[in-house]
Structure formats: structure tokens, C-alpha cells
């Protein structure tokens, strides 16, 4: 793998960006559900890490293993600082490893997903100095911290605004998320005719409950299957 074309066939493969102090394996397990079901269809996932080292995840306290970050969010300075950084880091990815049909993120892992979506719309459809494109964009618990049509998001972008986001969009939120009000229901209206999907827990991309669990899979995979396939 490693380049992109022109051509409008979506690939079977989504690139999957996790959230502040987790990392690929553990979204790998979270995931598994959603992973077996696309394997049906030939779609693969796959999990990258993020670009900066940083401490686990408070619910990961005493674990083991290296765990990641795409950026750090301050909030007094309304800032990611390291958010250029993170952007350049997935797209060099995106060209050394894709094409990809699209991208899901959780918590910051979303904000990096539509950080990408708003980049690729004001570049005229395309990522940012390249043939990549992405199709559409499943976002699962992220909180919207930044305006991208104001700055610092805007400088994201190259200085100007987008709108909404026109790239077709799935969005998981937990309904006993703490973030939800009013940060990540902001992030939906970032996004046209967003598809929402709800689960009963809070800040995490599946629900425990398996069936609940089962049903939200099942729907992400439905949405997949058919942007790549359709």
C-alpha cells in the first residue's frame, strides 16, 4: 500500500486514530466487535498510534505499555497545541499507508477525524497536497473545543472557513457522557445530515452492554458497507 489516486472507487480500509492517553492495541480490543463484522465485507481496520507520548488515560492508571496522544488541548489558551503537528503526522500516514476509504476517531482521535475532514473540504476534495481522499467520517465521543471557522482552528485549515462539513458522517455518542453538553453535540452540527447513534454509557466508543454493544457495530458496519461498496 502507499498511494493514492484520482480514481473515486473507496477503498476497504478505515483508518482508525484512538483517544488522549490510549493507544492502537487497546482500541483494537475495543473494537473487536465492530472488526469481526467488517471482516465479512473484506474491509480492514486499522489502528495506528498517536504522535506524542503522554500518561495513560486516568481509567488506565497502573497499566502497562506505552500510551499516546495526538496533541495536547489547552483549554485557557483555547488551544491544540501540536495540532499542525498531529494533522502533517496522520496525512504522512494516510500517504505512506493508504489509500483509505475513511477515517473513525474516538474522543481526540475525533477532533483529529474532523480536523482532516475540514482540511480536506477547503483543499477542494482532496487531503492537502496529495490524491488522498477520504469518503466519510465516523466520529464516536468527541468533544468539539474549537470553533474551525474561527481561530486558532481556522489557521488549521489555511486561514479560511469551510461551513459545514459535507463529508457523509457517523457520530456514536454515550448519553452519560460528561462531555456531551455542549461539547460534543457542538461537534455534530460541524457536520451536514449527520447520522447519530446513542448508547447508555458514558466517555467510550462502545457500550459494555454487549447487545447494546452488537447494535451499534452493527450499524457502523452497515454505513461502512455501503460508502465502500455502494
Keep these: 500500500m502507499g498511494s493514492c489516486s484520482s480514481k ?3 477503498p476497504p480500509r478505515v483508518l482508525v486514530l484512538h483517544g488522549d492517553g ?4 487497546i482500541l483494537k480490543i475495543q473494537f473487536e466487535t465492530l472488526d469481526q463484522k467488517l471482516q465479512r465485507d473484506q474491509i480492514e481496520l486499522v489502528f495506528i498510534n498517536g504522535c ?18 495526538y496533541f495536547n488541548f489547552n483549554p485557557e489558551r483555547k488551544k491544540y497545541d501540536g495540532a499542525q503537528g498531529a494533522l502533517d503526522y496522520v496525512e504522512d500516514i494516510i500517504k505512506k499507508r493508504g489509500p483509505f476509504g475513511g477515517v473513525i476517531g474516538f474522543s481526540q482521535g475525533g477532533a483529529v477525524a474532523t480536523l482532516l475532514a475540514a482540511r ?9 497536497g496529495s490524491q488522498c481522499k477520504l469518503s466519510y467520517a465516523i466520529i464516536m465521543g468527541a468533544p468539539h473545543f474549537i470553533k474551525v471557522d474561527e481561530s486558532p482552528g481556522k489557521e488549521l485549515l489555511g486561514g479560511g472557513g469551510v461551513g459545514q ?24 452540527k460541524l457536520y451536514k445530515k449527520p447520522k447519530v ?3 447508555k454509557d ?3 466508543p462502545f457500550p459494555a452492554n454487549f447487545g447494546e454493544q452488537n447494535h451499534i457495530a452493527r450499524e457502523i458496519a452497515t ?5 465502500t461498496y455502494s
Excluded: C
Design 8 to 10: 473515486e472507487e473507496v
Design 22 to 25: 490510549l493507544n492502537a492495541e
Design 52 to 69: 506524542e507520548e503522554t500518561d495513560p488515560h486516568p481509567d488506565l492508571q497502573g497499566a502497562e505499555g506505552t500510551f499516546y496522544r
Design 120 to 128: 480536506q473540504q477547503s483543499s477542494g476534495g482532496r487531503l492537502p
Design 165 to 188: 462539513l459535507q463529508i457523509p458522517s457517523m457520530h456514536v455518542i454515550g448519553e452519560e457522557d460528561k462531555f456531551k453538553t455542549p461539547y460534543i453535540d457542538d461537534m455534530v
Design 197 to 199: 447513534l446513542y448508547h
Design 202 to 204: 458514558g466517555h467510550r
Design 223 to 227: 454505513f461502512i458497507r455501503k460508502k
